[in-house]
C-alpha cells in the first residue's frame, strides 16, 4: 500500500476517503472519476479487482453530491455488492456523516403471504401490492402520513447513517411493517441508494421509483457497478415471449369467466401457432406481420389494437374480481394482451425480430412459443444515460471501451479510462496453450484426453484449489464422460444444467471448504452462475482454467444479433455481437481467483484462440500484457504451474 499518494488526491476527496492508505493507481481511478463528474460527464472506467473501485467510486461522488444536492445511485447485480457500498459508506460515516441504504426487491422485502405466494415476478408482485394496499388489504403497509411516532422514528433514523437492508428487515419484522414500504418512504431523504439494474433501467419500475424517490433523473448520479451486465440485462428488460401453455390457460381462463370470444381467439391463435410450428425444430425468424395474418383468418377482428386494449381491459378486471375475492390475481388474458400489444407496437422496428420457436416441457412434451427479441441495448440504456447528471460506468472487463460506449450509446464527450492494474506483476501467471481448442470440428475424443493430461498437469502442481470453467455443458460432459473425475487425486465439484442456485451455493462452499483440506478441483461453465458471481479470495482457488472460447450457439438470434450491429457499426457486427459476449464471460471466468491484492493466481487458457490478436484484444490488460505462449507438450504446463507457486511460497 502506498501511504504517500493520499495527497495528491482532490482535497474535497480526502474529506471523504476513509482510509489512510491507498492502493496502487487508486488515487488515478479516484482523481479520473472526480473531475469527469464535477463537469458534469460521464466516465467509462475499466479497474481490476482489487483496486477498491466501490470506495474509489463513492469517495469521488460524494462531494459534488453533497454541493450541488443530488442523489447517488449505485446499480450493482447481487445482494452482497449492495451491502458492501453500506460497508464502505459506514467507513465514509466516520469522517463525514452521509446516509445510505441498500434496497431490495419487494419480493424479497415483502412480509405479506398471499403476496409472496401469488407472484412470480417483480412486476405481478408490483401490481398486487399496489392493489392489495388500495385496498387495505396489507396489514403490514402503514400509511406514513397518519402513521404514529414509531414509523416517522424509523423513518428518521434511515435518513440518519448507512443502513443495510437485511438490517432494517430485521427490525421490521419484529414490528409488523413493511419494510419496503418503510425505505420506499424514506428514500427521499437519503443520500446514497444501493439497488439493482432494473430500478433503474426498466422504465416500467424507474417510473414507479423515481415517484418514491420524489427525484428526477437529472438530480441523480449514477454509479453502475459490473457494467459489462448492462448490455444483457437491457435486452433482457426489452424481450418478451408468449407460450403455447399461457395460451390454453387464457383460454381456459375466458371461458371461466364467461368470455367465448376471447376464448375461440385464445385457442385459434394456439392452434394457428401450433401448426406453424410443426417444422420448426428450434428457433425460426418470423415476420410480424403473421400475427396479422393470423387475425385475417380469425375473420371478425377489423381494428387489432382495439382489439388488443379490449383484451388487456378484460384482463386487468379478472385480476380486480380475482383480488377482490382473496384468491391469486393473476390473468393469463392480461399476459396475453401485453405480449401482443407489444408484438404490434415493436413492428417495423428494426431493432427487434420476431421468432417462433419449439421446446421440450420438463415433462418431455414438444411445446413451442412466440418471442419478441430485442437487439439493441442503448434503447433502454440511452435514455437512462442522457437524462442524469452523470453517469460512473465501471468494471473489471469493460475491454475495448469504445464498443461498450457505443453499444450502449454513451453521451459522446463521455470520458474513457483503463486503470493500470494494482496486482504486482509476479502474483499472476497467464498462459495459453497452444495446439488445444474447443472449435467444433477440433472437439475429438484425443483432444479431450489431451485435455484432461494438461489438467492434471495444474491441478498436481497447485498447492489447493483449481477452477475449471469450460466453453458449455457439453464440454463440461465430453471432459466428464473421458474420465476427468477418476483421473483426478483430488475431488471434483461438478456444475450441471439445471442445478437450483441452492444446491450451487452448497457445492461452492463445500469447494471452498477443500481449500485447507488438501484442495479440490471446480468444474463449471464459463457465463455460469459460480464463473460471474462468485469470488474465491485466497487458496480457494490459486489456478483457474478457462477451457475453449465460449462462443454462443449460432442461433437465428445470434445471428440477427450480428447483422443488426454490422448494420449500426459497420465492419463491427461479427465483433460486437459475437466476440464480444464471449469474451466478457471467459474474462469473467478467469478473474476469479484474482480478488484481492494479496492473491496469487495462475489463469491458463485451454484454447489457442486466446493468442490470436482478435480475441486477446478483448481480455483486459492486466491479463492480456503478460500472457505467454507454451507449446502442447507433456510437463511445459507443469513445470511453468510449480515454478510460479514455489516462487511465491518462497516470498511468504
Ligand atoms: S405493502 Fe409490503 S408487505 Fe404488503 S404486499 Fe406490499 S410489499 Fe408486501
Request: aromatic letters at 10%; charged letters at 25%.
Amino acid at each position: 500500500m502506498d501511504k504517500t499518494k493520499t495527497s495528491i488526491m482532490p482535497k474535497k476527496v480526502l474529506d471523504f476517503f476513509p482510509y489512510k492508505a491507498i492502493r496502487p493507481n487508486q488515487d488515478n481511478f479516484i482523481k479520473t472519476v472526480f473531475n469527469s463528474v464535477q463537469s458534469r460527464k460521464s466516465v467509462l472506467i475499466e479497474g481490476s479487482n482489487g483496486l477498491g473501485k466501490t470506495i474509489s467510486a463513492l469517495s469521488a461522488c460524494l462531494p459534488i453530491a453533497i454541493e450541488n444536492d443530488l442523489k447517488i445511485l449505485y446499480v450493482a447485480r447481487t445482494h452482497r455488492q449492495h451491502d458492501r457500498v453500506i460497508e464502505e459508506l459506514r467507513a465514509i460515516f466516520k469522517k463525514q456523516k452521509v446516509s445510505g441504504v441498500s434496497i431490495r426487491g419487494r419480493s424479497n422485502m415483502c412480509l405479506n403471504n398471499f403476496a409472496l405466494k401469488n407472484t412470480n415476478d417483480s412486476k405481478s408482485h408490483m401490481e398486487i401490492c399496489e392493489l392489495l394496499k388500495t385496498k387495505g388489504r396489507c396489514p403490514y403497509h402503514r400509511n406514513p402520513t397518519q402513521e404514529k411516532y414509531e414509523y416517522l422514528q424509523l423513518q428518521q433514523q434511515i435518513s440518519m447513517r448507512p443502513y443495510k437492508s437485511s438490517e432494517i428487515q430485521y427490525v421490521c419484522r419484529k414490528k409488523s411493517i413493511c419494510s419496503y414500504e418503510l425505505v420506499k418512504s424514506s428514500l427521499s431523504d437519503v443520500r446514497v441508494i444501493a439497488l439493482s439494474y432494473l430500478y433503474v433501467f426498466d422504465p416500467v419500475i424507474r417510473t414507479a421509483f423515481l415517484k418514491s424517490l420524489e427525484s428526477q433523473l437529472k438530480k441523480i448520479i449514477l454509479i453502475v457497478d459490473e457494467a459489462h451486465n448492462l448490455p444483457e440485462t437491457a435486452i433482457n428488460i426489452s424481450s418478451r415471449s408468449l407460450s403455447l401453455f399461457v395460451l390454453k390457460q387464457a383460454e381456459l381462463e375466458a371461458m371461466k369467466f364467461g368470455n367465448n370470444d376471447i376464448a375461440f381467439f385464445a385457442n385459434f391463435l394456439r392452434n394457428e401457432i401450433e401448426e406453424f410450428a410443426v417444422n420448426i425444430k428450434g428457433e425460426q425468424v418470423v415476420q410480424p406481420r403473421i400475427l396479422l395474418e393470423i387475425l385475417q383468418k380469425h375473420g371478425s377482428i377489423a381494428n387489432p389494437v382495439a382489439f388488443f386494449n379490449e383484451l388487456h381491459e378484460v384482463g386487468s378486471k379478472i385480476k380486480r374480481v380475482l383480488l377482490s375475492d382473496g384468491k391469486n390475481p393473476r390473468s393469463y388474458i392480461h399476459g396475453m394482451s401485453e405480449f401482443l400489444i407489444n408484438w404490434l407496437n415493436t413492428m417495423g422496428d428494426e431493432s427487434f425480430i420476431n421468432t417462433v420457436s419449439t421446446y421440450f416441457t420438463r415433462e418431455k412434451t414438444r411445446t413451442a412459443k412466440l418471442e419478441i427479441i430485442a437487439l439493441d441495448p442503448s434503447k433502454i440504456t440511452s435514455q437512462v444515460f442522457s437524462e442524469t447528471y452523470s453517469n460512473v460506468i465501471m468494471s473489471g472487463t469493460l475491454q475495448p471501451l469504445q464498443a461498450y460506449a457505443l453499444i450502449t450509446k454513451l453521451p459522446e464527450n463521455t470520458v474513457q479510462s483503463v486503470v493500470p492494474s494494482p496486482f504486482p506483476k509476479e502474483n499472476v501467471l497467464s498462459l495459453v496453450c497452444l495446439g488445444l481448442s474447443t472449435a467444433m470440428q477440433k472437439r475429438t475424443p484425443i483432444m479431450y484426453e489431451t485435455m484432461i493430461s494438461r489438467i492434471l498437469e495444474v491441478v498436481e502442481n497447485t498447492p489447493a484449489n483449481t477452477g475449471i470453467f469450460v466453453a458449455s455443458f457439453r464440454v463440461l460432459s465430453a471432459l466428464i464422460n473421458e474420465g476427468l473425475e477418476s483421473a483426478l487425486d483430488k475431488p471434483l465439484f461438478y456444475e450441471y444444467r439445471g442445478m437450483s442456485s441452492k444446491t450451487n451455493e452448497k457445492l461452492v462452499a463445500d469447494f471452498k471448504a477443500c481449500s485447507n483440506n488438501g484442495g479440490a478441483v471446480f468444474l463449471g461453465v464459463q457465463g455460469g452462475r459460480t464463473s460471474e458471481g462468485v469470488d474465491f479470495p485466497g487458496d480457494q482457488m490459486n489456478s483457474v482454467i478457462v477451457v475453449g472460447v465460449p462462443y454462443a450457439e449460432p442461433k437465428p438470434r445470434v445471428k440477427a444479433q450480428i447483422s443488426y450491429y454490422e448494420k449500426c457499426f459497420p465492419g463491427r457486427g461479427q465483433e460486437y455481437g459475437y466476440l464480444l459476449p464471449a469474451m466478457k464471460k471467459a474474462s469473467q471466468s478467469a478473474g476469479r481467483p484474482i480478488r484481492t491484492l494479496n492473491d496469487k493466481g495462475a489463469i491458463i487458457f485451454m484454447d489457442h484462440r486466446f493468442a490470436t490478436y482478435y480475441c486477446r484484444a478483448f481480455l483486459p490488460s492486466w491479463m492480456s500484457e503478460g500472457l505467454k505462449l507454451i507449446p502442447n507438450e507433456d510437463n511445459v504446463l507443469s513445470r511453468e504451474i510449480e515454478n510460479f507457486f514455489k516462487v511465491n511460497s518462497e516470498k511468504k
